[in-house]
């Protein structure tokens, strides 16, 4: 079965059940394909805390509407943004290293690229660089989801959280603030409301 | 062979074989997972834009550093963001609708959840708002991304175009705002550079 065949099967659990913990093979599944999600640039301008403490969860669960997927997920995957331009810019160079390895006429030949993704980071203000960086999590969130289906765990995207607490809980440095968390575990209980969708009719409209 | 059996298959395709055309069947699919994938409060706050019209697709080649997957690809799909408050407000009510049905219980039981989602979108600044449904795009996009990836079809996210200028080739409504293009189709041809993503331990923090 492939993430298709159950993307009627996936929904947004509410509450999981501890008892059925999902494995850190499945975890670790999850996490390449978070880790291969496409991203701007290939920047993958993103940190994600993988919790399993309960007492971070807690934490986290007492700033987040004491949603019930805070404490019986089996893991909280909180992708947070890298912020800091200064820090995305030697990320570039990071980038162009990982890219060239240890082929020097390569890296020369990949100084435009080094030079426009510096450029494009720049020309950004700090709020337009915080937004770019917020939305490549969205598509690692996306990645993140996919695997889950595929796998047959179970998860939750959420975004009510007071982000300054949980920033404060995960002791985050500045050039990092929380974005939305991915909870993953088994369902101790199906939907309680069938799932709905708006009509293709809705949603697009081909050209 | 699923999803995660291609993450290391996939690439950010940079130009298309208009001679090896995704199939309308196939299109269904990557169109079926995008309306299936979650979304803030479930209002799946976007519209997508499904081009196959060659002047259009030249259109946004033009507007977008000529950028080869434009006009190669089979079909562009461009996220537009729904960034009215006032549009939202009233989709709160047609997902309340479609939740309930006919049941007029249910729809009293709903109340509370029409009026937190209502809420929630009063609360936000119209920047804020705009970028909480831009970010909803951005698991679509994820989910049309690992559509392709599971049915072997090719694949590009985009975000390099001119988006005042896509809302004019477009025509867009002042309510939506072009946020992100998913070109998709058959690769001319293989990656030219090897995949690379940052290490694990660069990506993730286990607590």
Redesign the interface.
């Known amino acids: 079965?492939?993430?298709?065949d159950n993307?009627?099967w996936r929904f947004?659990t509410k509450e999981f059940d501890p008892e059925k913990p999902v494995s850190k093979e499945q975890l670790e599944?999850v996490?390449?394909?978070?880790?291969?999600?496409?991203t701007?640039y290939?920047l993958?301008p993103?940190?994600?805390?993988?919790?399993?403490?309960m007492k971070?969860k807690k934490g986290i669960k007492t700033n987040a509407f004491l949603q019930k997927q805070m404490d019986t997920a089996s893991y909280l995957l909180v992708f947070c943004a890298r912020v800091d331009k200064d820090d995305m810019k030697q990320r570039v160079d990071?980038?162009i290293n990982?890219?060239a390895g240890e082929d020097k006429l390569k890296k020369v030949k990949l100084e435009p690229a080094r030079l426009a993704r510096k450029a494009s980071i720049q020309s950004k203000s700090a709020e337009e660089f915080a937004?770019w960086a917020?939305?490549?999590c969205?598509?690692?969130?996306?990645?993140g989801?996919?695997?889950c289906a595929?796998?047959k765990i179970d998860s939750c995207?959420m975004?009510g959280f007071s982000k300054e607490a949980i920033d404060r809980v995960?002791e985050l440095p500045e050039s990092l603030k929380s974005t939305?968390i991915l909870a993953i575990g088994n369902r101790k209980e199906g939907p309680k409301?069938p799932?709905?969708?708006?009509s293709?009719d809705e949603?697009?409209?081909?050209?």
Chains 1, 2 share one sequence.
């Open positions: 079965m492939g993430f298709l993307l009627d947004a599944k996490l390449a394909a978070i880790r291969l999600a496409p701007s290939g993958q993103f940190h994600v805390y993988v919790i399993e403490d971070i990071e980038y990982l890219l937004t917020m939305k490549q969205y598509i690692a969130l996306g990645f989801l996919a695997a595929e796998l995207p975004e995960l939305v409301n799932k709905v969708r708006f293709n949603l697009f409209t081909h050209i």
